[in-house]
């Protein structure tokens, strides 16, 4: 921050539009600066009544308005001031400010919300929240007893298990080999510049990718043995719920069973690998976060593109922190930061422009976090048990929606809530920062949710509606988790080695063979329990394995942030929602800015085009490149709650107070070599561009250089400028570090996605459908027909990928994605214990019915459908549906129709017991040829 500190200050009760509450001045301007907006308001409307006020305070008035909340009284000014003064030079920005403030009028994202974290959570005393919520009003949204399920679940045999155990205790000892030849390699080479250089480009990108995944894996594990965990989520024992992380507990406390604040709301959010930076006296040397915003992050003309991967990309990035680190911010207080240079506001005469602050722990100064700090469905739900308990409600009858659903409207949408300010805001778990495709994917998992409940209340009549509700919301995270870190991460970071990496840690590293379709995250049959080998997802064994919790540190806000905001479009040409032959999308249509589908604009977008139209839209719009002077012009002032939100800014100088800013120590808590210079990010640092780089970066920084012996740059900087990214990758190495960090702990100790991710706890149904959903999946189930058949046709095989450019993913080179089958579900894995061992399938009764031109096979014992999708003639196991649909014959007509054709024994249409063991027995179909559909 620039040097000299906001000259205001008073005693009083602090609010939004009052900083100063102890400043008497008859200057708004005056007032402006201190943050007291509110008063500025009041003068700035005596000398309109008085009919005194100039051109410059009707600015100040519209931009005071504004900031204290109001964007109705600010939208008016603005368009007034442009119709007065249309020649001025700022009208311009009138303009921009005119429209921004009208849709934030509308779209809920100025909307102020409350905290959620109440007097209860900010204490940290489990037993005082699970008593509150026990006794409270939320207390129905769960069975306190939900006991183990009595399902077969197959056993490995013990020539499997002998195997199993066999490599693991290999792979353990080439792995401490390898570490140790690791250590000892950094303790003799690290001296040297090549080395260090190496090491922060990532050793393990220059070793043959087996050898690689050994010294990838050491780094890992260095990092996590690194992890600060505050002293307040120490183990308590003694001190536990009674149904632990089976269901997460209220406000995230006891989600992890032996620490039962840890990652909870409104609990201190960590900075992993050490300390955060310390101030060393020198700070007033370095230049304003508005000055370094403007110089590094903000595009001045046209920006870069990632031509291979589209918003998609970016937004199911970018919906990931509403889940696991979103920090509090204090309800009345916030911070003057020096305006930008040149920038309308400094042309007022404004020195000072006032951000939100976050809430932090009184005792430790740590940021407190406003959601819980684990992957557990937040952004569909909510953290809290008020939250879980609105999204279930029908607001038609106060009560909670049968079948454990959440509530949509129409059944198919995100419901919308008018403010008392006249804002519609999206009713979801978490409603700020709602891009988009953000809003797009969220609807996608509330429908996968409602379906996943139909699915179960079909094959367990007996369910409650909140053992309906919890384990829809289970196999929900797992599917996400799934798409997240084995279809999604490796678009960002594909390399051969990260890429083997992360589907390891989601499957195993055994499954390594299969085509990654058919890489299960759950096969107990021959799975064990290897953290490596047979992955960490779905593994009971891992939380035993693990002490320390699922809790995200302060430095993946510190990566998600550049890279999320770099990323994302300036908008979208509406003709992309025409569906297409991928490579010839139509182009030249109406343009849509982004800051026009924030919140509940773009909720009323997606409505009226529909999910698959918007869904085609994001795969042909490019996703922005992750580099510097990148972020949207609009993200210098966006209208969000509280204010004005000037996004470059606000992330540098989050960075700085929460001592997560500097590049140089970010690396040292990843175990990578700091900077000795600028020239290191540079693959030729003599080059012109370079060196203009480095010139401004000196100018900037070089007096605090100079002064401190350090080498700065701001951790989002440095990121973003460093060219040397590994093959595959659209991130530098540090980037992918911290990430992988994250990732790995997103299962080490959430008990959700190991140890209760299991058969016995989601039902059998419930893990073949997280093996078997993708998110392309997803979009065809909701995206419509006609989508459908664009998704089936599309020569990519990821929907990450930019299907406009259709350029190969360089993935694909080494990854093979295999067969695609859009329909499976998994409704006709197995679940019975027939279908594991083959005894009793000869009494199954299975009937060929042909319906028009559409050819069946009805299974009137385990009462399942099976269809011939593609015509071709042959059916097979991945082919039953849970729900026939639309626009061909019902469920209850093809039963029906099969019951008839039971009544005649002479019936050719009948299955032999060989063809059904062909489709039900588990393995008996090795080479997946299925049945006639005919006979």
């Given at each position: 921050m620039a040097s000299g500190k906001c000259p205001f200050s008073g005693l009083g009760k602090v609010q939004l539009g009052t900083q100063s509450p102890g400043l008497e001045t008859s200057d708004p301007l005056e007032a402006i600066n201190a943050g007291n907006h509110s008063q500025a308001i009041v003068?700035?409307?005596?000398?309109?009544?008085?009919?005194?006020?100039?051109?410059?305070?009707?600015?100040?008035?519209?931009?005071?308005?504004?900031?204290?909340?109001?964007?109705?009284?600010?939208?008016?000014?603005?368009?007034?001031?442009?119709?007065?003064?249309?020649?001025?030079?700022?009208?311009?920005?009138?303009?921009?400010?005119?429209?921004?403030?009208?849709?934030?009028?509308?779209?809920?994202?100025?909307?102020?919300?409350?905290?959620?974290?109440?007097?209860?959570?900010?204490?940290?005393?489990?037993?005082?929240?699970?008593?509150?919520?026990?006794?409270?009003?939320?207390?129905?949204?769960?069975?306190?007893?939900?006991?183990?399920?009595?399902?077969?679940?197959?056993?490995?045999?013990?020539?499997?298990?002998?195997?199993?155990?066999?490599?693991?205790?290999?792979?353990?000892?080439?792995?401490?080999?390898?570490?140790?030849?690791?250590?000892?390699?950094?303790?003799?080479?690290?001296?040297?510049?090549?080395?260090?250089?190496?090491?922060?480009?990532?050793?393990?990108?220059?070793?043959?990718?087996?050898?690689?995944?050994?010294?990838?894996?050491?780094?890992?594990?260095?990092?996590?043995?690194?992890?600060?965990?505050?002293?307040?989520?120490?183990?308590?024992?003694?001190?536990?719920?009674?149904?632990?992380?089976?269901?997460?507990?209220?406000?995230?406390?006891?989600?992890?069973?032996?620490?039962?604040?840890?990652?909870?709301?409104?609990?201190?959010?960590?900075?992993?690998?050490?300390?955060?930076?310390?101030?060393?006296?020198?700070?007033?040397?370095?230049?304003?976060?508005?000055?370094?915003?403007?110089?590094?992050?903000?595009?001045?003309g046209t920006r870069k593109s990632a031509d291979h991967l589209n918003v998609f990309a970016i937004d199911h990035l970018f919906d990931l922190p509403h889940d696991v680190l979103m920090p509090a911010f204090e309800e009345a207080k916030k911070k003057?930061?020096?305006?930008?240079?040149?920038?309308?506001?400094?042309?007022?005469?404004?020195?000072?422009?006032?951000?939100?602050?976050?809430?932090?722990?009184?005792?430790?100064?740590?940021?407190?976090?406003?959601?819980?700090?684990?992957?557990?469905?937040?952004?569909?739900?909510?953290?809290?048990?008020?939250?879980?308990?609105?999204?279930?409600?029908?607001?038609?009858?106060?009560?909670?929606?049968?079948?454990?659903?959440?509530?949509?409207?129409?059944?198919?949408?995100?419901?919308?809530?008018?403010?008392?300010?006249?804002?519609?805001?999206?009713?979801?778990?978490?409603?700020?920062?709602?891009?988009?495709?953000?809003?797009?994917?969220?609807?996608?998992?509330?429908?996968?949710?409602?379906?996943?409940?139909?699915?179960?209340?079909?094959?367990?009549?007996?369910?409650?509606?909140?053992?309906?509700?919890?384990?829809?919301?289970?196999?929900?995270?797992?599917?996400?988790?799934?798409?997240?870190?084995?279809?999604?991460?490796?678009?960002?970071?594909?390399?051969?080695?990260?890429?083997?990496?992360?589907?390891?840690?989601?499957?195993g590293l055994l499954q390594g063979r299969k085509p990654l379709r058919q890489r299960l995250v759950h096969d107990r049959l021959h799975k064990g329990t290897h953290p490596v080998l047979h992955g960490l997802a779905g593994n009971p064994k891992i939380a035993e394995m693990f002490s320390d919790p699922e809790l995200k540190g302060l430095d993946f806000s510190e990566t998600y942030r550049p890279v999320g905001h770099a990323a994302q479009p300036d908008g979208f040409d509406m003709a992309l929602c025409t569906i297409r032959k991928q490579g010839q999308p139509e182009a030249g249509g109406e343009f849509i800015p982004l800051i026009n589908t924030f919140g509940s604009a773009g909720n009323e977008l997606l409505q009226r085009e529909g999910i698959g139209r918007i869904a085609h839209m994001l795969m042909n719009t490019s996703m922005m490149a992750f580099t510097l002077n990148n972020y949207p012009a609009q993200f210098a002032h966006l209208a969000t709650a509280g204010g004005t939100t000037r996004i470059g800014e606000t992330d540098v100088q989050r960075g700085l107070d929460r001592g997560t800013g500097k590049y140089n120590s970010f690396l040292e808590r990843l175990n990578i070599p700091g900077l000795k210079s600028y020239r290191e990010l540079f693959k030729d640092p003599d080059s012109s561009e370079a060196q203009r780089v480095i010139q401004r970066w000196n100018s900037l920084f070089g007096r605090y250089n100079e002064a401190s012996g350090e080498i700065f740059l701001t951790t989002g900087m440095g990121q973003l400028a460093d060219e040397y990214r590994p093959d595959g990758y659209a991130v530098p190495n540090p980037t992918f570090m911290n990430f992988v960090m994250e990732a790995s702990t997103r299962f080490m100790h959430n008990e959700w996605l190991t140890k209760y991710a299991g058969p016995d706890t989601i039902t059998p149904t419930g893990t073949n459908i997280v093996n078997a959903v993708t998110f392309e999946h997803l979009l065809a189930r909701f995206g419509g027909e006609e989508f459908g058949e664009y998704l089936q046709g599309r020569a990519r095989p990821n929907v990450f990928s930019n299907m406009n450019t259709n350029i190969p993913h360089p993935i694909e080179s080494h990854v093979h994605y295999g067969e695609e089958n859009l329909f499976d579900f998994g409704a006709g894995a197995p679940y019975l214990e027939a279908h594991w061992t083959g005894k009793g399938l000869e009494k199954y009764e299975i009937y060929r019915v042909s319906y028009g031109s559409k050819s069946y096979l009805v299974d009137l014992t385990d009462r399942l459908i099976y269809v011939d999708h593609d015509g071709h003639g042959r059916i097979r196991t991945s082919d039953a549906v849970f729900f026939m649909p639309e626009g061909v014959p019902s469920d209850s007509e093809l039963f029906a129709k099969a019951e008839e054709l039971a009544l005649d024994s002479l019936h050719p249409g009948k299955l032999s017991t060989r063809e059904i063991k062909q489709l039900k027995q588990h393995g008996y179909d090795e080479r997946k040829v299925g049945v006639a559909a005919t006979h």
């Open positions: 003068l700035l409307n005596a000398k309109r009544a008085e009919g005194t006020a100039s051109q410059t305070d009707l600015e100040l008035l519209a931009l005071a308005q504004f900031e204290s909340g109001d964007p109705h009284g600010a939208a008016k000014l603005f368009r007034e001031l442009g119709e007065r003064f249309p020649d001025a030079g700022r009208a311009g920005w009138w303009k921009d400010r005119t429209m921004a403030t009208e849709q934030a009028t509308k779209n809920g994202e100025s909307v102020e919300r409350a905290s959620p974290i109440t007097d209860t959570y900010r204490s940290g005393d489990a037993e005082r929240v699970l008593r509150e919520f026990r006794e409270g009003p939320y207390a129905d949204i769960m069975d306190i007893e939900d006991k183990p399920l009595d399902v077969y679940i197959p056993k490995p045999s013990i020539w499997r298990r002998g195997t199993n155990f066999i490599l693991g205790a290999a792979y353990d000892l080439v792995q401490t080999l390898a570490r140790g030849i690791s250590k000892i390699a950094d303790a003799l080479f690290s001296r040297f510049d090549p080395y260090r250089q190496a090491m922060r480009h990532g050793i393990w990108t220059y070793l043959p990718s087996t050898v690689g995944l050994l010294r990838l894996a050491s780094d890992r594990d260095d990092l996590l043995a690194g992890r600060n965990i505050p002293d307040s989520m120490k183990a308590k024992p003694g001190v536990s719920s009674s149904y632990t992380a089976k269901v997460p507990g209220p406000a995230g406390f006891f989600t992890d069973p032996d620490r039962p604040t840890a990652g909870a709301v409104g609990q201190p959010i960590p900075i992993h690998g050490g300390l955060g930076d310390q101030p060393n006296g020198y700070e007033h040397l370095l230049p304003s976060s508005a000055e370094i915003a403007q110089s590094e992050l903000y595009a001045a003057a930061i020096p305006v930008a240079p040149g920038s309308p506001e400094a042309q007022l005469g404004i020195e000072w422009v006032w951000i939100r602050t976050n809430e932090v722990d009184p005792s430790s100064g740590a940021v407190l976090s406003s959601t819980t700090n684990a992957w557990d469905g937040s952004p569909e739900r909510g953290s809290t048990p008020e939250s879980v308990k609105r999204m279930r409600t029908d607001p038609a009858t106060g009560k909670m929606l049968p079948g454990g659903k959440i509530y949509l409207e129409d059944g198919k949408w995100l419901p919308t809530v008018q403010d008392k300010s006249g804002a519609k805001l999206i009713q979801t778990g978490i409603d700020q920062n709602m891009t988009l495709g953000v809003t797009l994917i969220r609807t996608v998992y509330v429908r996968f949710h409602n379906l996943v409940c139909d699915i179960l209340a079909k094959r367990h009549p007996d369910f409650t509606d909140n053992q309906l509700y919890w384990k829809a919301a289970n196999i929900v995270i797992q599917t996400r988790a799934k798409v997240h870190t084995a279809f999604w991460t490796p678009m960002l970071f594909g390399h051969e080695t990260a890429t083997r990496g992360l589907h390891s840690n989601q499957f």
